[in-house]
């Protein structure tokens, strides 16, 4: 079983829809989850960051993280064109250790104007 | 505004060659990546190092080798380029532990023909 799954897509939504993206994780340790976006030929971009449980919003995104579930979600509300672009979750166990982070392997989406 | 430098956006090398990527960061972090990123496979994390002169393997570090002489500067090198090394490769960089995330590059898709 892999450390962090997340479904690869694509994903096509019209514009204004609410897009839900997802991972699901296997270690327990996990503490530290972001939520990176990356544009076709571009480096990934740090989107959201979210320590332990809760949701954090920023603008029209919303980040939940589940941690009795292992589980975390990106919601995009009113989804722009803009928004095309491939999402990568990742975890990382501690601020205090040296583990690299775990990627997820990105889900593809596409707003559909 | 913050940055990581790849010196290349794009890369064609013949089989056989030493190939040399460089990354330069100009965040003062003290850890940097190095990934490649292939469809269907994700990031998968070659070689990354927590300290000048320091490195350590990562998931698929055969066929690579790395070099950090200065803070800001981590190098990839390809000893003997072959096919199955044709991808894009992306650098990171980040703060002790990583958990505030990463910051990537632009990326250097790499053709080996």
């Known amino acids: 079983q892999k450390e962090v799954e997340q479904d690869p897509g694509p994903l096509s939504v019209p514009e204004g829809a609410i897009v839900s993206l997802n991972c699901t994780y296997s270690n327990s340790a996990f503490q530290y989850f972001m939520w990176y976006r990356q544009y076709s030929r571009k480096g990934p971009e740090l989107l959201m960051y979210t320590y332990s449980s809760g949701n954090k919003e920023d603008g029209r995104f919303t980040a939940q993280v589940d941690k009795s579930s292992k589980y975390i979600s990106l919601f995009i509300r009113d989804s722009q064109p803009s928004d095309s672009a491939t999402y990568l979750c990742a975890m990382s166990e501690g601020s205090s250790g040296n583990t690299p982070l775990v990627f997820g392997k990105g889900t593809r989406l596409s707003v559909i104007a | 505004d913050v940055k990581v430098t790849q010196s290349s956006r794009y890369l064609v090398k013949r089989t056989g060659e030493k190939v040399f990527l460089e990354c330069v960061q100009d965040?003062?972090?003290?850890?940097m990546f190095w990934y490649r990123q292939d469809p269907g496979l994700g990031l998968r994390l070659i070689y990354f190092s927590y300290d000048v002169k320091m490195k350590e393997k990562g998931d698929i570090p055969e066929g690579y080798s790395v070099s950090r002489e200065k803070k800001e500067r981590f190098s990839l090198i390809l000893e003997s380029a072959s096919t199955n090394q044709t991808s894009m490769y992306l650098c990171?960089?980040?703060?002790?532990?990583?958990?505030?995330?990463?910051?990537f590059g632009s990326g250097t898709r790499l053709t080996v023909v």
């Open positions: 965040m003062d972090h003290e850890n």
């Open positions: 990171a960089s980040s703060f002790v532990g990583g958990a505030w995330g990463y910051t």
